[in-house]
């Protein structure tokens, strides 16, 4: 028995001396817990880390002027700052009392529909965007422009845009993944109402940072009956309506306070077309209006300035805090900013 007991006795022994002693026990503990610590250090540092990256790429780029937050370009197709002096427009009259503005900025030289809106949208003239045609590519042959357009910066910065246009040939500036909201016209040439009822539906329900809205009609009437005709002047009238109702959607979502408004167009014309080399059809109005804009002011009171088309781009550029258009032909017209803050 009591061999028995010894050799029971010894097993044990041997057993418990094959487990860890309570100083190894604590060693092994401090180990552990010292990785645990390390390994959760490491994973604290990358979420932070990698919150501070999200926050850094959301982020919307610092605005000279705080209170601008959204911009509107209007371009109404074909209006010649004479007709639209001469025509009943209280809206448009209304954003150039409070607003800067000249009836004498300038188009490209090609002053047609398609190379003069790549221009204003992109900043640069007709060569280097190299939008030179007027019409409908064929299907399976899309040509881009050959910079980025405003929605590209735009959207590259993390704001949402729209391009709203009343010509299919506006497609050619819906390069894919760079326009958030697109409403685009199916056939050739629709109508201002289609135009009018797009920009409310997405202005109200989206609130783009960046909106485009182009109207066809004013160009329809002078190509159909004559620039400066009345039945021109009357659609120039009924377009002023129309923009007030974009004007409307701006307030009805809460951002008109908040948005720089441009107005202006691609082109004029004479008889019933327009083209290059004919200063009735290169001319065209300009009028910027919004929270920080001098109020009623005259661009050419400064006679060393000429306002371009490209101006465009690189003045909204400037109050989105983009960086410009790289070899923009453009200029940011600060002349037109009663204060900014750098």
Known sequence: MGGKRESEAGAWKAELSQLPTLRDRGRAGRVGRMIF??????????????????????????RPIAAIEHVLIVSIDGLRPDRALLADMPVLRGLVREGAYTFWAKTTDMAVTLPSHTSMLTGVVPEKHGVVWNSDLPIGKPMWPRVPTLFELAGNAGYSTALIAGKSKFSALNKPGTVTYAAIADQPKSGNAEVVAN???????????????HFPDVDS??????????????????????????????????????????????????????????????????????PGIKRGFDLTGDALLSVRTEDTVATACFLLGLAPQPDSDGRVLGEAFAKVSR
């Open 37 to 62: 610590f390390r390994g959760f250090v490491f994973i604290l540092c990358g979420v932070v880390f990698l919150r501070a990256q999200t926050a850094t790429e959301t982020a919307p780029p610092a």
């Open 199 to 213: 920009a409310v539906r997405i202005i109200t329900a989206h609130r783009p940072t960046l909106v485009f809205v």
């Open 221 to 290: 009437a002078g190509h159909k009956f004559g620039w400066g005709s009345a039945e021109q002047l009357a659609m120039i009238e009924e377009n002023d309506r129309q923009l007030g109702e974009v004007l409307a959607a701006l307030s009805a979502a809460g951002i008109r306070e908040k948005t720089a408004i441009f107005v202006t167009a691609d082109h004029g014309g004479a008889g019933k077309n327009h083209g290059p080399l004919d200063p009735r059809s290169a001319h065209i109005p300009w009028v910027l209006n919004g």
